[in-house]
């Protein structure tokens, strides 16, 4: 129940699209002042609606005819400057595939767009099939990454585990899982969606245990096309001599594409998984939030309005309902001042501290401070407040008494263009 409310938490709200849209109408408007002819599509999560609040925007240029496309990321990058619409510019035409990345100067929304890469766009309807038939799959990534946001191992140029990889390591989970495999079925035939586990915390566990503690990096890959499959390193040529630790994802678009092969930092990722898969296993009191242990409040991410469940209308909070007739206007008062107190008291327990997550050995995974564990909650002096921020963290259930706004503040920031 909690990976679904977090989830819910976490789907987009109608008006976060209509910004993202906006942003993107904006940037396709300046695409067409060079480019009469050509098209700006976008891909990634916001195409297939598995984005964060901080998720960037990824699209691509296709048909704008351009040859040169360093020199055609170039003027690109000129003509968001001359209109005000970028800022933090950067050309990269050294990478394999050259893009510009930039901050939309409205919305403050992160971009990244290529030329003429088509693969980017058939990527996301791949995911959207596979999400069809794996219902669980959704709701997985959305906690998956949460988790590698909030350790930073969620950037490919850090090292980190990209987002269509982590889609991929899903998939192949879900479509490997042992409640899948006819031993497990008491060999009721071929496996079908259904006879998948439903129960989204023993998944969340096992992808886990089977990515941070069971699977052989070294000699096996992991691949989600034609039902999925573990495959040889070696014969797919994703075995490296020099990073033979390297996890590899085969690109279910492009089966000579290993998606983390740029992922030079996937021991930390599996450490991570490993941590998270020991503190999810160790005892626990009943009403203690399983999920808190992994994951922590974030304002960046939970200071948002969570959207209503379908089936079930939302009620006000019993604090929040309308006063009885029987209070006196001096009990209002002290209510309306202790209902104040307390905002500011949460206000200041969701100042947080911005620490990453350090490498880790397998230390004592009940321990809060341990440096798997997502960055802590920045503390003050006094005992009582100390408590009272621990107490909060517990559940994530704190959340849905957030309300705010996120992904829109107009940030200032020098506009400056950078070319690597």
């Not at 408007?29 to 964060?52: H, M, N």
């Not at 034609?226 to 495959?231: E, F, L, P, R, S």
């Not at 990073?243 to 021991?267: F, H, Q």
Request: charged share 25%.
């Amino acid at each position: 129940m909690e990976i679904v409310e977090l989830a819910r938490y976490l789907t987009p709200l109608p008006e976060e699209a209509m910004q993202r849209n906006a942003a993107i109408q904006r940037v396709r408007d300046v695409v067409a002042c060079i480019w009469p002819e050509a098209q700006v599509k976008v891909f990634g999560s916001f195409a297939t609606g598995l984005y964060l609040p901080t998720s960037d925007i990824d699209a691509v240029v296709l048909g704008s005819g351009c040859e040169d496309v360093p020199q055609g990321l170039k003027a690109l990058a000129s003509a968001l400057h001359r209109k005000h619409l970028a800022k933090d510019i950067q050309v990269i035409t050294k990478a394999k595939v050259p893009i510009i990345k930039f901050e939309e100067t409205e919305s403050c929304y992160k971009f990244d767009i290529s030329f003429d890469v088509a693969n980017g766009p058939e990527a996301a309807e791949s995911v959207r099939a596979l999400m069809d038939v794996l219902p669980p799959m959704r709701h997985l990534v959305m906690v998956l990454k949460v988790f590698l946001h909030q350790r930073d191992l969620n950037e490919v140029y850090a090292g980190g585990l990209g987002s269509y990889a982590l889609l991929v390591l899903v998939a192949a989970f879900l479509q490997l899982h042992p409640s899948r495999q006819p031993s497990r079925r008491f060999g009721k035939g071929p496996s079908k969606p259904e006879d998948l586990e439903q129960n989204l915390g023993i998944l969340l566990i096992d992808f886990f245990r089977l990515y941070g503690r069971t699977l052989n990096t070294y000699d096996v890959g992991v691949s989600c096309r034609n039902g999925g499959a573990y495959i040889k390193k070696s014969a797919s040529g994703f075995y490296s001599s020099e990073r033979p630790y390297l996890l590899a994802v085969e690109d279910p678009c492009d089966p000579t594409n290993d998606l983390a092969r740029n992922s030079y930092n996937i021991s930390r990722v599996r450490a991570a998984f490993e941590y998270a898969y020991l503190r999810m296993v160790a005892p626990s009191s009943p009403k203690e939030s399983i999920l808190a242990r992994v994951l922590r409040l974030d304002p960046v991410l939970f200071m948002r309005t969570p959207v209503a469940h379908p089936e079930s209308p939302q009620r006000p909070h019993k604090k929040s309902r309308k006063k009885r007739k029987s209070e006196s206007p001096a009990a209002q008062e002290a209510a309306e001042k202790q209902n104040k107190k307390k905002r500011k008291h949460r206000e200041r327990s969701l100042s947080l501290e911005e620490e990453g997550a350090a490498p880790a050995a397998r230390e004592d995974t009940r321990n809060p401070s341990h440096p798997l564990s997502p960055a802590p909650i920045a503390r003050s002096g006094q005992d009582g407040h100390r408590r009272s921020r621990r107490r909060e963290a517990q559940g994530l259930e704190a959340a849905d008494g957030i309300a705010g706004h996120s992904g829109s503040s107009n940030a200032s920031g020098s506009r400056h263009i950078r070319f690597d």
